[in-house]
């Protein structure tokens, strides 16, 4: 069986396309309840982005400051509720932020149709109902969030997304003006997610030409942006990465992420470690299994002062880094496509908590 998938309805790209967030969703406000939800990164209460939200007097704007944790089945249950308790159901979600926000957008557009806990809907296929309209406005980029077809949640059993066709955004807004003001080094960190899904989708079983074309490019604009003579954190090159994660996500969707994100899983669900970030942590460690791109990772690393820390295991307790390998272990779909359908006869328990012990 082929992988039959659903993308994004609709996509406006280009500096200043926020400004017709308005336009796009007047018509979806006669939906439900007739009003929106607007779910914005806290970092932009109070900025100009605040001022420029197109809010009617009945909608609701939710700031969510997304650094004490990645999104947990609590916080959207919890969400959910006062949404449907407040006003009803509403017309649409917008989620305004990063890969957290999109994410919380996405499990809130879901979870107001559908009852009970969304630690229910952990994995594929398990939402019953479509949820109602939603968009996607990026503010920084490298996650893939805005393209796919999962939204990541951390709950009191798992790190697992509510994957199905319903999760895609019915609208993407890709303004690269949003991502100017991201820390250069969450810039970097988010921009090797970029990297590291095109590296990992090109080097394992499902690979195919369709995902090989976006990987291709992808890594072309992460090579321009993080490697070539106007590297850096630039306008041009704030547009290439907006697309060059796009490109990526949908690289990963028709093939699979590997070994990094298998590991990085393991680091997020028992030390809280921030995707990216971990991604960078594990990927620095990874020559054996990806030896090029691990090299030119490097390249980029040095290139742009970035300080990995090393020896951190050191302080971790061998219970921490038992159950982070178990994390690891149960992400079945990511060692098939890197080692193989026969994986268990090759890695066991014991060799994902060598490589946890490399870092
Ligand atoms: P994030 O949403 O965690 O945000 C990182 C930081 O950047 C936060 O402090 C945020 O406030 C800040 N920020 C966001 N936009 C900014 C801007 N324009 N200017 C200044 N600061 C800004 O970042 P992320 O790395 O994009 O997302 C990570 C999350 O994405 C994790 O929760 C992870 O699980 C999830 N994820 C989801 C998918 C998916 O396919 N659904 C894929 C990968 C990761
Ligand atoms: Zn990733």
């Known amino acids: 069986m082929h992988k039959n998938f659903k993308g994004i309805e609709k996509t406006v790209f280009g500096r200043g396309s926020f400004n017709q967030l308005g336009d796009i969703i ?29 809010l009617l007097p009945e909608d609701t704007v939710y700031f969510i ?29 917008i989620g305004i932020g990063g890969g957290a926000i999109m ?18 809907y952990q994995g594929l296929d398990l939402i019953k109902v479509p949820g109602i309209y939603h968009v996607g406005v990026p ?19 798992k790190k697992l997304g509510l994957k ?40 394992g079983q499902f690979n195919n030409a369709y995902s090989h074309a976006y990987a291709e490019q992808s890594m072309k604009l992460c090579r321009e942006i993080y490697l070539g003579e106007n590297s850096g954190q630039t306008t041009e090159n704030d547009d290439k990465l907006m697309v060059a994660s796009l490109m990526g996500g949908l690289s990963l969707t028709y093939s699979e992420v590997g070994i990094c994100h298998a590991i990085s899983y393991g680091l997020s669900k028992i030390l809280g470690m921030r995707h990216c970030y971990s991604n960078c942590i594990a990927f620095n460690h990874l020559a054996d299994y990806y030896p090029e791109g691990v090299a030119e990772f490097k390249e980029m690393v040095a290139k ?41 006869e090759k890695v066991t328990i014991e060799d994902i908590e060598a490589i946890f012990r490399r870092l």
């Open 26 to 54: 007047a018509p979806h406000r006669r939906e439900n309840n007739r009003y929106m939800v607007f779910i914005v990164d806290n970092y932009f209460k109070g900025k100009d982005l605040e001022s420029r939200l197109p």
């Open 164 to 203: 199905c066709e319903w999760t895609v955004f019915n609208q993407v807004i890709l303004d690269p003006d949003l991502i100017a003001t991201v820390p250069r080094d969450w810039w970097f960190y988010v921009g090797m997610d970029t990297y590291i899904h095109c590296i990992e989708s090109e080097n």
């Open 103 to 120: 994410d919380i957008a996405k499990c809130v557009s879901l979870m107001v149709t559908n009852e009970g806990s969304s630690t229910l």
């Open 65 to 93: 400051d997304v650094d004490p944790h990645e999104p947990t089945t609590e916080q959207i249950d919890t969400l959910r509720d006062e949404i449907l308790a407040t006003k009803g159901l509403p017309s649409g979600i």
């Open 139 to 157: 503010t920084i980029s490298g996650t893939g969030a805005e393209v796919s077809m999962t939204a990541v949640l951390t709950g009191p059993e």
């Open 304 to 344: 742009h002062n970035i300080t990995l820390p090393q020896g951190l295991s050191k302080d971790w307790t061998d219970a921490q880094i038992n159950a982070m390998a178990h994390v690891s272990y149960k992400l079945d779909h990511m060692w098939n496509h890197a080692v193989g359908y026969d994986w268990k």
